[in-house]
Antibody, heavy 122, light 109 residues
Framework: QITLKESGPTLVKPTQTLTLTCTFS??????????VGWIRQPPGKALEWLAL???????RYSPSLKSRLTITKDTSKNQVVLTMTNMDPVDTATYYC??????????????WGQGTLVTVSS | QSVLTQPPSASGTPGQRVTISCSGS????????VNWYQQLPGTAPKLLIY???QRPSGVPDRFSGSKSGTSASLAISGLQSEDEADYYC??????????FGGGTKLTVL
C-alpha cells in the first residue's frame, strides 16, 4: 500500500522560504519510471502543479514558478523535499505530494497525500 | 487561468447522466492521455479515470471517460448524492509538464 504525507510549517512570513517534506512508503524512488510530484490548491481554487522529480533525478518545474522552486529527493529516507523562495500571501494554499506512476506511454498521480495547509502572513 | 478548460459547474438530479468537458490543445490533450480526479469536500484528490477511459480498481462503472482530438469528457451515469464533488481533468504537455483543468463543481440537486 502506497502512502504519502506532507509536513512543514503551517505559517510562513512574506519573503521567507518554504520547505516542505513528503515522506512516503510502499514504493521506492529508485525504481525506474517512478516519480513524486507536488501540487497545490489555494482555498476555494483549482489544483496547480508545481514540480516533479523522477527516479533518475530528472526534475520538472512549473514554468510560471520555476525560478522559485527546488525539488530534491533522499531515496534512503523515502523523502522528497520542495523549497519555494520569496513566499507571498498569494502562495497560501494546501500543498499536496503525490506518487506518479507511468505505464507505457501514459502516467498519472496516484495516490495523493492528505495535504498540508500553508498560510503566508506577517 | 488553466490551460485545460472545464465548465465551472454542472448539476443533475439523482439517477441522471451528466457530462463534464475538458478542452485543451494539440500540445497537451491532443498528443497525450487524459486523467480525471475527484475531490470530495475537505479531502485530497483521488484518481477517478486514467489513460482517457480506464477506471482504477474500486471506481464504479458509472464513471466513464473519453477523448477525441483536443477534448475529453467525463460522464457520470446514475448520478448519486455521494458524487457531489469537484472534478478535475489533467494531462501532460509535450514538455512533460503536468496540467490541470480549472475544476468543475458538481451539484446533485
Amino acid at each position: 500500500q502506497i502512502t504519502l504525507k506532507e509536513s512543514g510549517p503551517t505559517l510562513v512570513k512574506p519573503t521567507q522560504t518554504l520547505t516542505l517534506t513528503c515522506t512516503f512508503s510502499g514504493f521506492s524512488l529508485s525504481t525506474s519510471g517512478v516519480g513524486v510530484g507536488w501540487i497545490r490548491q489555494p482555498p476555494g481554487k483549482a489544483l496547480e502543479w508545481l514540480a516533479l522529480i523522477y527516479w533518475n533525478d530528472d526534475k520538472r518545474y512549473s514554468p510560471s514558478l520555476k525560478s522559485r522552486l527546488t525539488i530534491t529527493k533522499d531515496t534512503s529516507k523515502n523523502q522528497v523535499v520542495l523549497t519555494m523562495t520569496n513566499m507571498d500571501p498569494v502562495d497560501t494554499a494546501t500543498y499536496y505530494c503525490a506518487h506518479r506512476l507511468k505505464v507505457g506511454a501514459t502516467c498519472w498521480f496516484d495516490p495523493w497525500g492528505q495535504g498540508t495547509l500553508v498560510t503566508v502572513s506577517s | 487561468q488553466s490551460v485545460l478548460t472545464q465548465p465551472p459547474s454542472a448539476s443533475g438530479t439523482p439517477g441522471q447522466r451528466v457530462t463534464i468537458s475538458c478542452s485543451g490543445s494539440s500540445s497537451n490533450i491532443g498528443s497525450n492521455t487524459v486523467n480525471w480526479y475527484q475531490q470530495l469536500p475537505g479531502t485530497a484528490p483521488k484518481l477517478l479515470i486514467y489513460s482517457n477511459n480506464q477506471r482504477p480498481s474500486g471506481v464504479p462503472d458509472r464513471f466513464s471517460g473519453s477523448k477525441s482530438g483536443t477534448s475529453a469528457s467525463l460522464a457520470i451515469s446514475g448520478l448519486q448524492s455521494e458524487d457531489e464533488a469537484d472534478y478535475y481533468c489533467a494531462a501532460w504537455d509535450d514538455s512533460l509538464n503536468a496540467l490541470f483543468g480549472g475544476g468543475t463543481k458538481l451539484t446533485v440537486l
